[in-house]
């Protein structure tokens, strides 16, 4: 592979340079020891199981180019949130919520498996063409043959003495979020805009100089920003409210606890901004049926040929559900599981299938969506051991 084929030069840094064709990048190293590939490519197969999940983008393969120098490939994403920012300055507070709760959750699933992104900064959040948010370049080992400069973003106990672990990817969590709601590093002094006390306060913690300030685990950060993303969700139209209990009908302690629900913004690119409306869960009488036109809807704007999305009935294992629809190419996808008193999830998806964890004895409602920028489908809710689902 040569690296002039096809490829163009869209960026250099202190170690790495970009490169990129029509769908994918390539970011071409200097030479290094094979051993340092390989604990690069352990680092991958670890978060390869989770990039259907969480907002991971996965790196395809480490190939060589003509020169002999590697290069790892991944699918291109043109716009980052250091370029958003440079271009339109600081996001409104709850696009800058959204952001920092998709950062959080990819950096998370990774301290799971035990991967350490090790230099998080607003450069490597980038945005599918849908809007997506996704964190890139995850993995010490590289990082470690190639020591990046210090930047604004860099942890305190990075700049002194090279640590990387989950207590510096808490302080770049910190950093993204800062420039997010400032649309400056964590240094700059920038004023901050009118956000949730709570909000600050945690950007503030992450930010700590002492590692032991900070909060104690990703873990903890996801739970908080879910918290704050609650209230700050967008209002749902009145046709897609769930339906209140017939008059002179009691409602029944499921109904009352029941997923109200609400819309979660997927992206902030404002040209191709998802919208996923999240299924209730409702244990009383069945939802009205929904016309076959709204089980595969696409966005008004679109002057293309319907195209369709369909999801099939989802596969009960137990301690995980199997889903798979059927969609156009080029589509990005979002699947939403609604579980009984559960806060719904908003899950990733770029293949056209994915194994969804679920406790064995929960009820779920289970909806998908995809955009290619333009458009936008949507699947009428699928549900498993006998929960009723509304959009």
């Given at each position: ?213 900070r909060p104690s685990t ?102 995980h559900v199997d889903l ?18 559960q806060n719904p999830q ?46």
């Amino acid at each position: 592979m040569n690296s002039g084929d096809d490829f163009d030069l869209i960026g250099t840094g202190p170690a790495a340079t970009v490169y990129g064709g029509l769908y994918l990048a390539l970011k071409a190293y200097p030479p290094v020891d094979e051993d340092v590939l390989d604990s690069f490519r352990r680092e991958q197969e670890a978060l390869a199981p989770l990039c259907g999940e969480a907002p991971i983008l996965p790196v395809d393969d480490v190939v060589r180019l003509g020169d002999g120098k590697p290069a790892v490939q991944m699918e291109l994403c043109s716009a980052s949130l250091a370029g958003l920012v440079a271009d339109s300055g600081a996001l409104l507070p709850a696009d800058a919520l959204r952001v920092g709760h998709a950062v959080a959750t990819a950096v998370a699933a990774a301290h799971r498996v035990g991967v350490v992104h090790g230099g998080l900064t607003p450069h490597n959040v980038l945005f599918h063409p849908s809007g997506a948010p996704v964190v890139a370049d995850f993995g010490t080992s590289l990082r470690r043959a190639f020591p990046p400069a210090a930047t604004r973003y860099t942890a305190p106990e990075t700049r002194h003495d090279g640590t990387m672990d989950e207590r510096s990817d808490l302080y770049g969590i910190g950093g993204v979020l800062h420039l997010a709601l400032t649309g400056a590093p964590p240094d700059d002094g920038a004023p901050w805009p009118d956000v949730p006390a709570d909000l600050a306060k945690l950007v503030r913690r992450l930010l700590a100089e002492d590692p032991a300030d900070r909060p104690s685990t990703v873990e903890v950060v996801v739970r908080q920003l879910t918290e704050l993303l609650a209230p700050q969700s967008e209002p749902v139209p009145p046709e897609h409210a769930a339906p209140e209990p017939e008059a002179g009908d009691a409602p029944t302690p499921e109904q009352r606890g029941r997923l109200r629900a609400r819309t979660v913004v997927i992206g902030v690119v404002a040209a191709a901004t998802a919208l996923v409306m999240v299924p209730v869960l409702v244990d009383g009488k069945p939802a009205a049926p929904r016309s076959a036109a709204s089980t595969t809807s696409v966005a008004a704007s679109s002057a293309t040929a319907p195209v369709t999305l369909t999801l099939g009935d989802p596969v009960d294992g137990g301690a995980h559900v199997d889903l798979t629809w059927q969609a156009p190419d080029g589509f990005t996808f979002a699947v939403v599981v609604a579980a009984e008193n559960q806060n719904p999830q908003v899950l990733m998806a770029h293949n056209r299938s994915m194994r969804v964890p679920v406790d064995g004895a929960g009820k779920y409602c289970f909806l998908v969506q995809a955009t290619d920028g333009k458009r936008v489908l949507e699947t009428a809710p699928k549900s498993i051991r006998g929960a009723r689902c509304k959009t």
